[in-house]
């Protein structure tokens, strides 16, 4: 089979699936739960797709604030733009080398590329001013309150318990700034770790070309744009929970294994999907289908394989 004509998918891997948001976890430790994740990937291999990976990295660009914070007195700023920069980077080497591992293991023959990426945003977006996205670990309302008094955070409740987490300026991307050459590499047949974090939030200026933007993008809204434009046929988010449910965290809640774009909008509409949680995840996954994308797929990382045969996850078509 000549690789251009080879299923195409593109993956939005939670940075949770490599540091878990309610406990710093050493380097080795998410160096394991890399290694247990691409093992699953693996499979998407072995089925005969093409793959290129984007990661999140909230509680790792969430560390690095807190370490420039402390770094303050003697070290010289670093902007968050820089972060994602520096975490897409060192996350990308961990993913890139785990898979190059578990491909080794399996017999199979491919190269794994990190990009570091530059998304394009609007310097003018609103979700500048009226920060949204988690990042760092998660705290309690007490500690949360401490933070918000005495370092002056932006925080919001994160999920249905008492857990908050910090939140930083998040606008929408608009383009890939290196979707051609992603496009190039994924058709040698190599798998791509890129966007990582939701790329680097970049605006063009009329003078100076382009430009760092202090925040962070949402990675699964990266990801469907990157699938836009390199046609994949498959958009797979991987989160921590076995698919979308109606009424989550309540005594009726309900997985709901399959649906439309247009039944996903209805259910976010009535207030089903919140912005903190699987609304970004339903908005990335309709938006791909609107754009010609044939299958959206949410589900666990250990249920992959499953979901994939429709018996698991939840699966979302046009």
Not at 59 to 72: D, I, K, T, Y
Request: some cysteine; proline content about 5%; aromatic content about 6%.
């Amino acid at each position: 089979m000549n690789l251009s004509q080879e299923k195409r998918a593109v993956i939005a891997l939670g940075g949770n699936a490599i540091s878990p948001p309610d406990k710093v976890t050493e380097i080795a430790g998410q160096f394991q739960h890399t290694r247990e994740s691409l093992n699953e990937l693996l499979k998407l291999i072995n089925r005969g797709f093409q793959i290129a990976i984007v990661h999140g990295n909230g509680p790792q660009v969430g560390a690095a604030l807190r370490r420039v914070e402390m770094a303050r007195h003697d070290l010289p700023d670093v902007p968050l733009g820089l972060l994602v920069a520096d975490t897409e980077g060192s996350m990308g080497y961990m993913i890139e080398q785990s898979f190059q591992n578990v491909l080794v293991k399996a017999g199979i023959k491919k190269d794994v590329v990190t990009l570091v990426t530059q998304v394009l945003v609007d310097r003018h977006d609103p979700a500048l001013l009226n920060p949204s996205k988690f990042i760092g670990r998660n705290f309690t309302f007490e500690e949360a309150k401490i933070r918000i008094e005495k370092e002056g955070w932006e925080m919001k409740s994160y999920g249905n318990s008492d857990s908050w987490r910090r939140v930083v300026g998040s606008p929408l991307p608009i383009s890939i700034i290196n979707a051609r050459i992603v496009r190039q590499l994924i058709d040698t047949g190599a798998i791509l770790i890129t966007a990582g974090g939701g790329g680097i939030p970049v605006y063009l200026d009329e003078e100076m070309g382009l430009e760092g933007v202090d925040a962070v993008i949402d990675k699964d809204l990266a990801a469907a744009i990157l699938a836009k434009e390199i046609d994949a046929e498959i958009f797979i988010i991987i989160t921590n929970v076995d698919g979308v449910y109606i009424n989550f965290g309540k005594p009726d809640q309900l997985r709901i294994p399959k649906m439309t774009a247009g039944t996903a909008l209805e259910h976010m509409a009535d207030g089903q999907f919140p912005a903190g949680s699987m609304g970004p995840k339903i908005k990335a996954a309709t938006e791909f289908l609107q754009n010609g994308g044939k299958q959206a797929i949410i589900c666990d990382i250990k249920q992959l394989d499953r979901a994939m045969e429709n018996q698991a996850g939840t699966i979302i078509i046009p």
